[in-house]
C-alpha cells in the first residue's frame, strides 16, 4: 500500500528519540525563534529524484525549518538544483526566498538535529519509519541521491536491502528496480569541500549521470525486493 508523502510525517514534539528530544528543547529554551523541530521534507510531491541528506545542521535546518537552508551545504545543494533544472527560484538560505523545488524534494535520514552533528545508530534507526514513508509515498520517484554513506545505508535499510550488496562510492550508481536508481554523493558539508574531498565539478557529475535515466520515458513504478532489487553498480 503506498503512503502518502505528506502522511507518515513525526509529529512537531516527536519523542521517540529521548536524546533528541532533549536535544531540542535546550535549542528551544535558548533560540525561541528557531524552528527547533523535526524538520519536515521540502520540494515536489511529484518528485522523480529524492536526495536524501544525514540530518538538519544546528544553524541551518534546525533553525530554520527546511532542509539544508541557512547552512553552507545548502548553498551548494539548492546552486546544483537550480543549474539541473530541478528548481526555480534564488536560494538566498531564508524559508520565504520563493525556491520551488521541481521534479526533486529533499529530506534527511534523522529528521531531528544531532549534537555534534552525529546522530547515534539507534536515532537513525528509528526514524528511517519517516523516510522509508517518504520514499514509498513518492509515486514518480525515479532516482534516489543520498549524500554521505549514513543516508546511503539508511535509505538502504529502510528499503529493506542489505548494505554488503550496495557498498557507498562516490559517484556510484545501483539500479534497486526496473524503475528506481540509488546514487551516491559525498556530503556537500563545508568540510568535504574545504578539504577537497568534493569539488563542484564532483557534485555536478553526479546530476549529469543520473540525467539520462531521469529523462527516459519513466516505467511503471516497480516494486524495490528485499532481495537487492537489480544488484550492483549501473
Ligand atoms: S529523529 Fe526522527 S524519530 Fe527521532 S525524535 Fe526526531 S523525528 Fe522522531
Redesign the pocket.
Known amino acids: 500500500m503506498r503512503v502518502s508523502a505528506s502522511a507518515a510525517v513525526?509529529?512537531h514534539d516527536?519523542?521517540?528519540?529521548p536524546r533528541?528530544?532533549a536535544f531540542?528543547e535546550v535549542q528551544r529554551a535558548a533560540h525561541s525563534e528557531w524552528f527547533n523541530a523535526?524538520v519536515p521534507s521540502f520540494g515536489d510531491d511529484a518528485a522523480e529524484l529524492l536526495i536524501v541528506g544525514l540530518?538538519p545542521g544546528l544553524r541551518g535546518a534546525n533553525r530554520t525549518g527546511r532542509p539544508f537552508t541557512g547552512d553552507y551545504a545548502g548553498g551548494l545543494l539548492y546552486q546544483t538544483l537550480r543549474k539541473f533544472g530541478f528548481s526555480e527560484g534564488l536560494y538566498d538560505a531564508r524559508t520565504d526566498d520563493g525556491v520551488v523545488l521541481r521534479r526533486a524534494r529533499i529530506t534527511n535520514a534523522?529528521?531531528?538535529v544531532?549534537p555534534q552533528n552525529k546522530?547515534e545508530p539507534g536515532?537513525i534507526a528509528?526514524?528511517r519509519?519517516?523516510l522509508a514513508a517518504e520514499i514509498t509515498g513518492l509515486p514518480k520517484l525515479r532516482a534516489i541521491l543520498a549524500l554521505g554513506t549514513i543516508a546511503h545505508q539508511a535509505v538502504l535499510e529502510a528499503l529493506g536491502l542489505r548494505r554488503g550488496h550496495f557498498p557507498f562510492a562516490h559517484g556510484g550508481l545501483y539500479r534497486l528496480s526496473d524503475s528506481t536508481l540509488l546514487a551516491d554523493s559525498y556530503h556537500c558539508s563545508r568540510l568535504n569541500t574545504n578539504t577537497g574531498r568534493l569539488t563542484v565539478a564532483m557534485f555536478e557529475s553526479v546530476f549529469i549521470s543520473l540525467a539520462p535515466w531521469l529523462d527516459q520515458e519513466a516505467p511503471r513504478r516497480s516494486p524495490i525486493t528485499a532481495a537487492g532489487g537489480m544488484g550492483g553498480p549501473t
Open positions: 513525526p509529529s516527536c519523542l521517540l528519540c533528541l528530544f531540542r523535526p540530518a534523522v529528521r531531528c544531532p546522530p536515532e528509528t526514524c519509519r519517516f
